[in-house]
């Protein structure tokens, strides 16, 4: 009897297949077997992966989003925050447009559901570890380019609020016009922390 064995590449793409569902239904109206079904995965075989069911996919399929976007922050940081806000700003605008404005942030999406009374689910903790990654990256690039400890901390808060607020915005309205708005003004608030 021939029996396969489970591949780190078929867990991956059902966390990534999570992570999509997620960001463009929200956490409360997917199900693990609507998760299972878009990463065209055999239910029993996620089940597998996340034996805790939907709170443990969920909360891999937003660390997996942070990683994600965390590895192209880190790079384009390397050329100065300027560079990394435009990689930042770049690949937001890709998501929405290329989803034709039905898909924004799981991080945020997970972020923004009410938790169970008395409970903290691990999915909204991975959320604010993955927003407190996101900004001490943009915060570290920002002070090695000369911007003020403090100023550097809330420049990088900023940031990261405005593009998951504008990528909202996107959605609703339809258009990168609050993208396109919002990078601008972002752009002058870093060159000017840089600068000062």
């Not at 990261?160 to 258009?175: H, I, L, N, Q």
Request: proline share 5%; with cysteine; charged share 25%.
């Amino acid at each position: 009897m021939y029996v396969t064995k489970p591949s780190p590449a078929a867990r991956e793409r059902i966390v990534a297949g999570a992570a999509d569902m997620i960001s463009r239904r929200g956490l409360n109206a997917t199900s693990i077997r609507e998760m299972a079904k878009h990463a065209r995965a055999p239910l029993g075989s996620t089940y597998h992966y996340f034996p805790e069911g939907k709170q443990q996919l969920a909360t891999e399929a937003v660390r997996y989003t942070g990683e994600w976007v965390a590895r192209r922050l880190r790079k384009e940081l390397e050329a100065g925050p300027v560079s990394g806000l435009r990689a930042f700003l770049g690949l937001w605008r890709k998501i929405v447009v290329d989803s034709d404005f039905r898909a924004g942030c799981p991080v945020l999406a997970v972020s923004i559901e009410e938790p169970p009374a008395d409970e903290t689910p691990a999915a909204l903790v991975a959320a604010a570890d993955v927003f407190d990654a996101w900004e001490s990256l943009l915060a570290d690039s920002l002070r090695e380019h000369g911007a003020e400890r403090e100023q550097a901390a809330q420049l990088a808060t900023l940031v990261v609020a405005a593009v998951e607020g504008t990528v909202a915005m996107c959605r609703a309205k339809r258009s990168t016009q609050p993208l396109d708005r919002t990078a601008e003004q972002l752009q002058a608030l870093v060159l000017a922390a840089i600068k000062g």
